[in-house]
C-alpha cells in the first residue's frame, strides 16, 4: 500500500499518443477543449489553463496589483508553494491562525492580521474541506481585499451549493501528479471578473494576446506586450492527459468519498482520535483523510507497523528560514501540528487496502 497515487486512465494515454503524432505541442485546441470541459463539467467559472498550481497562484497575486512592500495573508497549514507565491511577487506573507478542528483559514485570525498594507488573503481548503468563505469574502469585501481561494486540494468540492471555482474572485487549481485529476503537471485559475480572466490568458504567455495577434508581412506575430508576462501556460500534450483523466474524474471522488465515509464511521468511536469537521453545507473533495490523535509518534510506528504507510503531510510552513525563521504565536496551529496525521486515501486502494487501514487504526496504540 502506498501513501499517494497517480491516477492515469488507458483514455490519457491514448490522448498522450495522438497528441504526440499531431505534431502540435504547444498550447491549442487540446487546452481550449480542457478549459471548456473544467467548465461544463465540474462548474468552475472561466478557467485559464496553467502549467502549475503555483503559477495559478502567483498569477492570481500579480493579477490582483499585489507587489513589493504588500501583505498578503496566508494560513501556515499548507504546502510551501502558497508562501512561495507570494514571496515571488516581492510581498510579505502575514500568517493568521488556523481553526484546530478543520486546519483551515479561521475567519477571525484573518481578521486580526489585516493592516493598511493587507492587498489580498489565500485561504488554502485543507484536504478539500471548504473553508468559511462567506466570512473570508465578507471580510476581504470590507477591507477591499482580493480573495485567492488556494483550491490545489479541492477540485469536485462544493460550498453552500456552489462548486469550489466559481465563488471567489481567483481560484487556483493543481493538477500535479497525485492530484485527483493530473495533467502530468498543470494548474488552473479561475477568475469571476472577465478582465482577470483577460489578463490571466494575456500574461500566462508573456503578455501575448494568442487570440488577437495575427501575423506580419514579416511572418512573426505582432503584438505589444504592455506589462510583464510569463510562461505559465498549460500545453496540449498535458491538456491531452487532462481530458482523459477527466472522464474518470466523478468515479475517482465518488471513490473517494466512500473511503472518506468509512474512515470516518469507523474511527469516531476508536479513544484517542479526533475526527475533523464535516458540516451539511459544504462537500469536501476528500484529497486527504488528516485527525488529530493522541500520542502521535506511537500512532505512526503502531499503524506502520501493521503495513498501513500513515503520514503527516505538509507541516506547518511559517517556521521555514525563508519566511524569517520566526516563532509565531498561533495557539491552533501548535495544537493541530502536535497532532494532526493522515491515513491513505486514493483511488488506488483495494477494499482490502480499506480493511488494512481500519484495522490498523481500530487496533490501538
Ligand atoms: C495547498 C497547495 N497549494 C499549492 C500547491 C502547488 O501546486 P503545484 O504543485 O501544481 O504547483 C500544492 C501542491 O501540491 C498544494 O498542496
Given amino acids: 500500500m502506498t501513501f499517494n497515487h497517480t491516477t492515469v486512465t488507458e483514455q490519457a494515454i491514448a490522448n498522450a499518443v495522438a497528441t504526440l503524432r499531431s505534431g502540435f505541442l504547444s498550447e491549442g485546441a487540446q487546452v481550449k477543449r480542457f478549459e471548456q470541459e473544467l467548465s461544463t463539467r465540474l462548474g468552475l467559472v472561466r478557467p485559464v489553463a496553467l502549467n502549475s498550481g503555483t503559477t495559478a497562484l502567483h498569477l492570481a497575486l500579480v493579477i490582483a496589483g499585489v507587489k513589493a512592500g504588500d501583505e498578503v495573508i ?28 478543520t486546519g483551515n ?8 492580521k489585516i493592516t493598511p498594507r493587507t492587498r489580498a488573503v489565500i485561504p488554502v481548503h485543507w484536504a478539500g474541506y471548504p473553508c468559511d468563505l462567506d466570512e473570508i469574502n ?10 485567492i481561494e488556494d483550491a490545489a486540494h ?16 481567483f481560484t487556483a487549481f493543481s493538477f500535479q501528479a497525485i492530484k485527483h485529476l493530473t495533467t502530468g503537471d498543470g494548474g488552473a485559475l479561475c477568475c469571476l471578473r472577465p478582465e482577470d480572466e483577460r489578463r490571466a490568458r494575456i500574461r500566462r504567455w508573456f503578455c501575448i494576446d494568442r487570440d488577437n495577434s495575427p501575423p506580419s508581412f514579416l511572418g512573426e506575430r505582432q503584438y505589444d506586450a504592455d506589462e510583464v508576462g510569463f510562461k505559465y501556460h498549460m500545453n496540449d500534450l498535458a491538456a491531452a492527459v487532462g481530458l482523459g483523466n477527466l472522464e474518470a474524474f466523478p468515479r475517482v471522488l465518488a471513490r473517494l468519498r466512500e473511503i472518506h465515509t468509512r474512515y470516518r464511521n469507523a474511527f469516531a468511536s476508536v479513544p484517542g482520535v479526533t475526527l475533523l469537521e464535516q458540516r451539511d453545507d459544504r ?9 488529530l490523535v493522541e500520542r502521535r509518534d506511537d500512532f505512526l510506528r503502531a499503524t506502520r507497523s501493521r503495513g498501513v504507510p500513515t503520514t503527516v503531510f505538509h507541516q506547518r510552513i511559517d517556521r521555514n528560514s525563508v519566511f524569517g525563521g520566526v516563532r509565531r504565536d498561533l495557539p491552533n496551529m501548535d495544537e493541530f501540528n502536535q497532532r494532526q496525521v493522515c491515513v491513505p486515501l486514493h483511488a488506488g486502494l483495494t477494499d482490502e487496502d480499506v480493511e488494512t487501514v481500519l484495522a490498523a487504526v481500530r487496533a490501538g496504540w
Fill in 105 to 112: 483559514l479561521d475567519p477571525q485570525s484573518f481578521a486580526a
Fill in 154 to 169: 479541492a477540485l469536485g468540492a462544493r460550498y453552500r451549493g456552489q462548486p469550489i471555482g466559481a465563488i471567489s474572485r
Fill in 283 to 291: 462537500e469536501s473533495a476528500c484529497w486527504l483523510f488528516t485527525m
Fill in 138 to 147: 465578507r471580510i476581504a469585501t470590507e477591507h477591499n481585499l482580493a480573495v
Fill in 74 to 101: 496566508i494560513p501556515p497549514q499548507t504546502f510551501i508553494a502558497t508562501g512561495m507565491a507570494v514571496l515571488m511577487t516581492g510581498a510579505t506573507p502575514v500568517f493568521a491562525d488556523i481553526q484546530l478542528h
